[in-house]
């Protein structure tokens, strides 16, 4: 992993469009780890957003992992569009899913990372049966479906939660599964999310609306404050 452990993941969702190839270039050549990419279906969540073709088409524009969050039911059908287009992680919401058991082995068995999403309200429990199949688990820190909206701050109690379950699955297997947030995360409080155990953290509004002028190098210093504040922290 680049820089430490922390991974920044900004959300393209707040990215100019019609410029799409650039800003995911950009962000990273900022010092981001993941392109945080946002599928929307109108239908699980109340938006429409971007498929397997614009994951294909940013593909080559950056050698950092694509980190795909799926807000669409069902979610079977367009898992192998995106294993084909080029995605490094899937995660999905467990509500969507008639059989999350199987859709996790679909995004393995396509050579991808597999993950689950939890809503604010979402119980942790779905993850207690499906340790082994999970690479990541995202923590939902606003109600999917928009970027630009404020941090709930009970996410922190169920952060510490998840980091726990999390922490006693590596003692007894090795294995460590990264803790994922989204919605709401800016340089104000990415410190506090990181102390209560998260160690992947995605931005949008935060990030992309920091950038309004056409200087290749706008991300530069609002990724190097979430940085900051996560040195400040320590390792995860
Ligand atoms: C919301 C999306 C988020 C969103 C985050 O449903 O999953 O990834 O883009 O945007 P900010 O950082 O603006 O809350
Ligand atoms: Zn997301």
Redesign the pocket.
Known sequence: MRHTDYVIAP?I??ANFAALGEEVANVIASGADWI?F?VMDNHY?PNLTIGPLVCEAIRPCTIAPIDV?L?VKPVDRIIPDFVKAGANIITFHPEASEHVDRSLSLIRDGGCQAGLVFNPATPLDYMDYVLDKIDVVLL?S?N??????KFIPGTLVKAKQARAKLDAYERESGRRIRLEI????NATNIAEIARAGVDAF?????VYGAGKNSDPHRYDSIIGALRGELLAVGCP
């Open positions: 959300s969702l707040s945080h946002d969540v969050h807000m939902m606003v999917p479906g928009f970027g630009g909206q989204d919605g709401g995360v995605v931005a949008g509004s935060a």
